[in-house]
């Protein structure tokens, strides 16, 4: 079956822009997460969405970045008046298990450069 | 004290050589412990994943687990070329669903 996509691969911008980054996850999947890699490091937790309830959103790091979630379906990831500090990969997974107990399937990533 | 450190390497073995990856965390209470390959330019796949204390075998990969320790490794027996990526250790917080990863240690297998 298909796996996590995500949309733009790539998205180049300018300072200031806001821009809006998609994820589907695999079909059935109840969590989806995003996380944020810059060059070189590790990845960064930004938020969580586990069914109907409240997502953990502990790891945004600005109110500059918000997300949203549709049932257990697509999420938008939204960054705000983009600095060149956000440049990153931005990766989405979704999982079937809950409570950490089951395998992440990531997504290609979102490739963003804020100019 | 970061929440999930790892030695970032590069760690370098010859081929057929045992790679040896670790990893400490700092929340007592956590569960679930993962590893995850990633390659360079491509997303992170699973490797392992351990909630016992003890060692845990998959073909060339083993993990092993020290809750008393907080302390989380992985071992490759037979290292090769293709073993060389990027490995992130992941562990999950207690009371919650968030998962923290390191930072990952670069391995490279010479041929």
């Known amino acids: 079956g298909a796996g996590v996509s995500q949309s733009p691969s790539n998205k180049v911008t300018e300072k200031g822009k806001d821009v809006e980054l998609r994820c589907d996850p695999i079909?059935?999947?109840?969590?989806l997460y995003w996380y944020r890699q810059r060059l070189g490091q590790g990845l960064e937790f930004l938020i969580y969405?586990?069914?109907?309830?409240?997502?953990?959103k502990s790891g945004l790091p600005s109110d500059r970045f918000s997300a949203e979630r549709t049932g257990e379906s697509v999420s938008t990831l939204t960054i705000q008046r983009t600095q060149q500090e956000d440049s990153a990969v931005y990766l989405c997974?979704?999982?079937?298990?809950?409570?950490?107990?089951?395998?992440?399937?990531f997504g290609p990533g979102t490739r963003l450069t804020v100019l | 004290q970061k929440e999930v450190e790892q030695n970032s390497g590069p760690l370098s073995v010859p081929e057929g050589a045992i790679a040896s990856l670790n990893c400490t965390y700092s929340?007592?209470?956590?569960?679930?412990f993962f590893w995850y390959r990633q390659y360079s330019g491509k997303s992170p796949e699973l490797i392992m994943f351990?909630?016992?204390?003890g060692d845990k075998e998959d073909g060339r990969f083993t993990a092993q687990l020290n809750k008393a320790s907080q302390y989380v490794s992985l071992l490759i027996r037979d290292s090769q070329p293709s073993d060389s990526a990027t490995y992130l250790c992941?562990?999950?917080?207690?009371?919650?669903?968030?998962?923290?990863f390191g930072a990952g240690t670069r391995l490279f297998v010479k041929a």
């Open positions: 997974a979704s999982s079937l298990e809950l409570a950490g107990a089951g395998e992440q399937f």
């Open positions: 079909s059935g999947h109840t969590a």
């Open positions: 969405f586990q069914g109907n309830s409240a997502p953990d």
């Open positions: 929340d007592r209470g956590s569960q679930s």
């Open positions: 351990i909630y016992s204390n």
């Open positions: 992941a562990v999950n917080t207690s009371g919650g669903f968030k998962t923290i």
